[in-house]
């Protein structure tokens, strides 16, 4: 199993960037993928996650309405468009799917600020 995220940088408040995850190794097209993130001294929290449908989707309260994610089950790749970004929005970014044991990607750094 390799997830392989990209797509992270510097915004400042108010931007846009997108996340994206490459994934390998497993059947993507019928796994629930998942975005997670860890802030600084923090502990690592769910943002999104996304059903192998692509039609059902779930967020974190302090994303929803900001993030969106997305899949292309051709690609095997799954998005986290982030919008309004805020300072606090500050973390490593992970991709994540649950096999019976969890994987997860090397991460992406997401810094919000002016």
């Known amino acids: 199993v390799q997830l392989v995220e990209s797509g992270g940088g510097l915004v400042q408040p108010g931007g846009s960037l997108r996340l994206s995850c490459a994934a390998s190794?497993?059947?993507?097209?019928?796994?629930?993928m998942n975005w997670a993130r860890q802030a600084p001294g923090k502990e690592r929290e769910f943002v999104a996650s996304?059903?192998?449908?692509?039609?059902?989707?779930s967020y974190a309260d302090s994303v929803k309405g900001r993030f969106i994610i997305s899949r292309d089950n051709t690609k095997n790749t799954v998005d986290l468009q982030m919008n309004s970004l805020k300072p606090e929005d500050t973390a490593v970014y992970y991709c994540?799917?649950?096999?019976?044991?969890?994987?997860w990607g090397q991460g992406t750094q997401v810094t919000v600020s002016s």
């Open positions: 996304i059903r192998w449908t692509g039609t059902s989707t």
């Open positions: 190794g497993f059947a993507f097209s019928t796994s629930t």
């Open positions: 994540n799917t649950n096999l019976g044991n969890a994987y």
